[in-house]
C-alpha cells in the first residue's frame, strides 16, 4: 500500500479552508458595500454592520495566517539556515519549529480560556439580526465566545500545520535532503 503524501493530507484542508476565507471575503465586501450605498446613499444604516464586519476580519486573520505561513509571508529569520551545512539547518529549523509550535500552542491555550471566561457576554450586532427577523420569537443570542474563539482556532491550525512541517524536517534529516527540499513549495497550488 502506498504511504500518502503530507500533500495530499492537506489538500482537503487546504481547498476548504481557501474557500471558507473566500466566503467571508465576499461577505464582508458585500455587506459593506451594502452599508455605504445605505449610508451615503439613502441617509440610513444597518446597526449592526459594522459590528459584524469587524468580527468576520478577526476570523479572517486567524484563518488566514495558515496561507500566510505557507506562502512566507510571516517575518522570519531564514538567512542562518540557508548558510549552514545540511543537517545543522535541519536541526536549527526544528527548533525553530518547536518554538513556533510552542507559542501557538500557549496562545491557543490562553485564546481559550479568555473566550471561556469573557465570551458570555451577547454579541449585540447577531442579537439585533435575529430580532428584526423574528421579532419577539426570536432565538437566544450567541456570545462573543464565537468570537474570541477565533484565536484558539487559528492557533491550532498553525500550530498543526508547523507540526507538519517539523515531521518534513525530520523525515529530510533521515533521508538526506536539505532545508530547501522541505520548504520548496509552489503558493501558486495552495488554491488549487
Known amino acids: ?4 503524501s503530507p500533500d495530499t493530507l492537506q489538500r482537503p484542508f ?3 479552508l481557501w474557500w471558507f476565507l473566500v466566503t467571508l471575503v465576499g461577505s464582508l465586501m458585500a455587506l459593506m458595500t451594502l452599508q455605504v450605498v445605505l449610508r ?6 444597518l446597526l449592526w454592520a459594522e459590528e459584524l464586519c469587524r468580527y468576520m476580519l478577526i476570523w479572517m486573520a486567524f484563518l488566514g495566517v495558515v496561507f500566510a505561513y505557507e506562502r512566507g509571508e510571516i517575518a522570519a529569520i531564514g538567512f542562518l ?3 549552514l551545512p545540511r543537517v545543522p539547518a535541519l536541526l536549527l529549523t526544528l527548533f525553530g519549529l518547536s518554538l513556533s509550535i510552542l507559542l501557538c500552542a500557549l496562545l491557543g491555550w490562553f485564546g481559550w ?4 471566561r469573557a465570551g458570555s457576554s ?3 450586532a447577531i442579537g439585533f439580526i435575529l430580532e428584526g ?3 419577539d420569537n426570536a432565538p437566544p443570542t450567541p456570545g462573543r465566545f ?3 474563539i477565533a484565536l484558539p482556532v487559528g492557533m491550532g491550525l498553525l500550530g498543526l500545520r508547523l507540526l507538519g512541517d517539523a515531521v518534513l524536517c525530520v523525515q529530510a534529516l533521515a533521508k538526506g535532503r536539505s532545508v530547501e527540499d522541505v520548504f520548496d513549495r509552489d503558493p501558486t497550488e495552495l488554491s488549487e
Not at 500500500?1 to 500518502?4: F, Y
Not at 480560556?113 to 471561556?116: E, G, L, R
Open 81 to 83: 539556515a540557508s548558510v
Open 14 to 16: 487546504r481547498v476548504t
Open 113 to 116: 480560556v479568555y473566550a471561556t
Open 122 to 124: 451577547q454579541i449585540p
Open 146 to 148: 464565537w468570537v474570541y
Open 1 to 4: 500500500m502506498a504511504m500518502l
Open 40 to 45: 451615503y446613499g439613502f441617509n440610513a444604516s
Open 133 to 135: 427577523l423574528f421579532g
